[in-house]
């Protein structure tokens, strides 16, 4: 996960933050730790003022599931670029049946740090040009696009320092079906500069510091089952509290870094019984 440039305020939390979360990225994805029964600490209680999901997010899969995941990520995040088939496994699982939708969101890390510095400096272009294949192709050409860039893009690391090459946007636009020409007019007017800032913001009103952050939302409070699962799971893969935690109303699940998919999988089941 990689977290976005902050105010002096917020930069010791999130130095914390990023360090574990980059560290459960990389080891929990392919070393996770042998399930085990005893239970974490309670954590304090927390409420997350998660922006209301509406019509006009980007939704995949039934708008009234029973179980929602809220993504805020960053196209040139090398951390949501490991994720994104992680939620595709999720929609092909679960998606048919209705069982859960996938919401996504922008948090573009373009804001430069008190050094002048920018993590991803087209992220916010990138971001617009998701909106763009929205604008002229429509939600499912939206998707289309989503999955195309984030195979596409080699991302932001130290190798590809400059990540996606901006003219492939088009490109990807035309290979997935949308209008090419119209679709660099919309980019390159600009015109979801401020939709994307928006979104982003809500995301610091939700307390997303990095990216992805993953918010499961649910219709009814969780149960003893859930409940039980996250404090087990917080042992068992030595998840920091702050990393995966259920909000005081037990209906918003907190998700930061691109934890694994038998984690989130096991999460839902627990949820599904509705114990």
């Known amino acids: 996960m990689e977290t976005k440039q902050t105010s002096p305020l917020t930069i010791p939390a999130a130095i914390v933050i990023a360090a574990a979360i980059v560290a459960i990225a990389i080891i929990y994805v392919k070393n996770p730790a042998p399930v085990i029964t005893k239970?974490?600490?309670?954590?304090?209680?927390?409420?997350?003022n998660l922006a209301t999901i509406t019509n006009s997010d980007h939704t995949y899969g039934n708008p009234n599931a029973p179980v929602r995941i809220v993504e805020y990520s960053d196209p040139s995040c090398p951390y949501c670029k490991t994720f994104n088939p992680t939620m595709e496994s999720l929609i092909t699982k679960y998606g048919p049946s209705g069982e859960v939708a996938w919401v996504y969101r922008h948090f573009p890390l373009d804001k430069p740090d008190q050094n002048g510095n920018i993590l991803h400096k087209n992220a916010n272009h990138e971001s617009q040009a998701l909106e763009c294949a929205a604008s002229v192709g429509g939600n499912d050409l939206f998707w289309a696009y989503e999955k195309k860039l984030y195979e596409t893009t080699p991302s932001v690391t130290g190798q590809t320092p400059n990540g996606l090459d901006q003219t492939q946007l088009p490109i990807i636009a035309k290979a997935v079906g949308i209008d090419a020409t119209k679709f660099t007019e919309c980019l390159s007017s600009g015109k979801f500069k401020d939709a994307v800032e928006q979104?982003?913001?809500?995301?610091?009103?939700?307390?997303?510091?990095?990216?992805?952050?993953?918010?499961?939302?649910?219709?009814?409070?969780?149960?003893?089952?859930?409940?039980?699962f996250i404090d087990n799971a917080l042992v068992s893969y030595k998840i920091p509290q702050q990393l995966?935690?259920?909000?005081?109303?037990?209906?918003?699940?907190?998700?930061?870094?691109?934890?694994?998919?038998?984690?989130?999988t096991g999460l839902i089941a627990a949820i599904q019984t509705g114990k």
């Open 39 to 48: 239970t974490a600490p309670e954590a304090p209680g927390i409420t997350v």
């Open 244 to 264: 995966l935690f259920i909000d005081n109303n037990k209906k918003i699940i907190s998700m930061s870094g691109a934890l694994p998919l038998e984690l989130i």
């Open 199 to 228: 979104q982003y913001l809500s995301g610091v009103n939700a307390g997303v510091s990095g990216t992805p952050t993953s918010f499961i939302v649910l219709n009814s409070p969780a149960g003893k089952a859930t409940t039980d």
